[in-house]
């Protein structure tokens, strides 16, 4: 995984296995904190900086994985995986990440996540200062940002 992702695992989260049934679904939610959530804020890896899904099977119907606000649908595909930054390389939450698990209309489906946390991946993904100087910049531009 750290081959695939180039993301160190020393504060990466064991994995987790999960099983939908008939019908079932996860609801749309982040898998980092946003910035009005106190969430990771114990955990000494700080915040989710990225989230591997891995496919274990497939369903007969449904399932599939969305990302509403990014427009993207990802139906379920044995032995396949998908890779996402939860974060910005400023550190700011992406919050076109919202995704969901649709329901399952036939079969099973079968995830594996892993989610990786930002320390530890400083020299992996480092601080774009200066994209965050042009957002900023293309921001008050726009008469969006305010100092």
Known sequence: MEDATELSMDYAELQQVNNYGMAGQYEPHYDMATRDEKAFTDHEGGNRIATLLFY???TDAGGATVFIDGGVRLPPVKNAAVFWYN????????LLTRHAGCPVLAGTKWVMNKWFHVNDQVFTRPCDIDQMKR?????????QYTI
């Open 87 to 94: 974060l910005l390389p400023n550190g700011d939450p992406d």
């Open 56 to 58: 274990m099977g497939r």
């Open 135 to 143: 957002e900023k910049e293309a921001k008050l531009w726009q008469g």
